[in-house]
């Protein structure tokens, strides 16, 4: 899935003008910042240093080393340094891609194809060449074998073919969907010599041959796993790979959870600390190696969409499926009090499904907007053409009587009635108002408990259960859960994914992104208008009107967000002086300072 900057204007090629010619790069609108010759990225240093060792730390544990299947907990930095893709992209442009296993793409003037032409180079991890074959062997088994995203995400191509050694071309299905050539340039490639006699579909803690800057060199399962960089990767020379990949090695180390995690790094078993958890960056960063300068604290401005972090509702189940429920329930969650009280206040309330950007529905639909949403007059609530969403709030006393009241009249005009044991029924269909909310991460415990304790005064039953990661994705991937809390990414330039998050023809799907369950036709024409947009006025437009269909719905009831990224490092490492604004890129683009 793209994780993207804030959308760039320098045009330097026109898409149009690529059409059937050989070009290092393509973007969605036709807005490239670097041109054909450049030299390295903006947010890289070309003359960083390379060695030394990365220690990075990850939460859980892990059981395989194939991350592009349904089974298993695949192990971090897997995907991101073994491998490589086609074309990657750069860190601050909405979405462009330049050349990496591809030296040069020709995309057809009536976007109904797009041609890959391979780097000669480019090899695997035991000197076999990376060919065309591999590039179809890869999109059919991803297609075949690996997770149900991979069949949402590339559903519109028609077929692949090898034209020769280095040439790859595929065709699609339609020549509306703009996105589509960006999104194959994303693919990932794997070697089909390798997988010929395995099984891709089952787990494997067996180092894959790869293609990418890193070797898999050590490997304690659920532990640690050690990268190694390759010194001679073919890759080196590219332009888009100068000033990357500067560490010899790379090494996560798993912890069971985040407090372990933050004493340890405290302690200097690793180098680098994303903190998210606010209380904790408020006061637990008083400890010594960060008072004498050994670790660096800072905030960092974050410029990149949030999406949607929310507490989900699983509309599968019953208790859920009445939209006066959803909406009832919103107003037990007393944001105000609880940001006041775990979060020193620094916490910003999310309201949109695109949370810090431009793709955000704020205030009434725009002439565009309603274009879309005019004909689905019949199949989207009242309150998309007339009001602003806004989620329930308060004077943060703590005093939230106001809230649960009007959530109290809302289920009794329902017909949810009182049982004898205190909790709600619904008088003619039996429907019990009570629930399970699971959850991975023990920190989310005290924003919940509230929540639940308000729930019980107005008659609904809320039961927390805290579960391991592996039981947790478990139960996730086959929507085995009431509520639960989650972060529903999304980047500058939405796209195919987003059939994968709020698509019926997912919502049934074991291990697809859609763990809401929506399946309102609505939403799924929008989501079908948002991937044909053929400019960015298009794309802004029916993103937004898409984001005032799922927020009037009540599928969620949104938590919060912070725009800032909360960074703490060892002073061992150095960073370039420019960062992206949509990633610290930390693996990417960082070294271990010169002695």
């Known amino acids: 899935m793209k994780k993207l900057p804030l959308f760039l204007t320098l045009s330097l090629l026109s898409f149009s003008a690529m059409a059937g010619t050989p070009k290092p790069a393509i973007s969605l609108y036709g807005d490239l910042k670097y041109p054909a010759d450049f030299k390295h990225f903006n947010y890289v240093n070309p003359d960083a240093p390379k060695g030394g060792e990365l220690k990075l730390s990850a939460i859980g544990s892990f059981d395989n080393l194939n991350p592009y299947i349904i089974k298993g907990e695949a192990a971090d930095g897997v995907d991101a340094l073994t491998n490589v893709t086609l074309m990657t992209q750069s860190y601050d442009e909405a979405f462009s891609m330049y050349a990496m296993l591809a030296e040069t793409v020709e995309l057809a003037d009536d ?62 299905k339609t020549k509306e969907n703009r996105e589509l050539p960006l999104i194959i340039a994303q693919m990932p490639i794997l070697p089909k010599h390798y997988w010929a006699d395995k099984k891709f579909a089952e787990t494997t803690l067996t180092p894959p041959v790869a293609g990418g800057p890193y070797k898999i060199s050590k490997v304690d399962a659920g532990r640690t796993i050690e990268f190694t960089r390759k010194k001679d990767w073919w890759g080196n020379a590219l332009p888009t790979n100068k000033g990357r990949y500067n560490f010899d090695k790379i090494t996560y180390t ?32 008083n400890a010594p190696p960060v008072n004498d300068g050994r670790i660096i604290k800072k905030e960092i401005e974050n410029t990149r969409p949030v999406g949607m972090q929310a507490f989900l509702y699983n509309v599968r189940r019953p208790v859920f499926q009445d939209i006066a429920v959803r909406k009832a329930l919103a107003y037990a969650f007393d944001f105000d009090w609880e940001n006041k009280q775990f979060a020193f206040g620094s916490y910003k309330r999310t309201r949109s499904y695109f949370e810090n950007s431009e ?96 729930l019980k005064r107005i008659g609904v039953e809320c039961k927390f259960r805290v579960l391991d990661s592996t039981q947790y994705i478990n139960r996730m991937q086959k929507f085995d859960f009431d509520m639960t809390t989650s972060v529903i990414g999304q980047s500058d330039s939405p796209g195919n994914e987003q059939r994968e998050f709020w698509t019926s023809a997912k919502a049934d799907m074991v291990g697809s992104r859609n763990y809401i369950g929506i399946k309102n036709p609505a939403v799924d024409i929008l989501v079908d208008k948002l991937i044909a947009s053929s400019t960015r006025e298009d794309l802004i437009a029916s993103t937004r009107a898409l984001d005032r269909v799922l927020q009037w719905n009540y599928y969620a009831i949104p938590n919060w967000f912070y725009n800032k990224w909360r960074l703490a490092w060892w002073s061992k490492l150095e960073h370039p002086e420019k960062l992206s604004g949509m990633t610290p890129a930390v693996v990417d683009t960082w070294w271990v300072k010169e002695k």
Do not use: C, M
């Open 111 to 172: 976007h109904s194809s797009i041609t890959f032409n391979l780097n000669p180079k480019a090899v695997w991890d035991d000197g076999k060449a990376i060919t065309a074959d591999d590039v179809v062997w890869t999109f059919n088994t991803l297609q075949k074998d690996g997770a149900p995203f991979y069949r949402a995400y590339y559903s519109d191509v028609a077929k692949v073919t090898a034209d020769s050694k280095q040439k790859v071309t595929f065709t699609f």
């Open 254 to 285: 798993y912890f069971r959870d985040q407090n372990v995690a933050l004493e340890a790094f405290f302690a200097g078993q690793f180098d680098f600390q994303q903190e998210s958890i606010a209380k904790l960056w408020q006061s637990a960063y």
């Open 359 to 454: 793709l955000a529905a704020t205030g009434l639909p725009s002439p565009k907007e309603l274009a879309l949403l005019e004909p689905l007059k019949d199949k989207v609530p009242a309150e998309v053409f007339a009001t602003s969403y806004n989620p329930p709030s308060t004077d943060g006393s703590g005093n939230n009587r106001a809230n649960l009241k009007t959530a109290s009249d809302i289920l009794d005009a329902a017909g949810y009635k009182l049982g004898k044991d205190g909790i709600r029924v619904h008088e003619k269909t039996g429907v019990r108002l009570s629930f399970e909310f699971v959850e991975s991460n023990p920190a989310f415990e005290r924003w919940i408990l509230p929540f639940s304790q308000n």
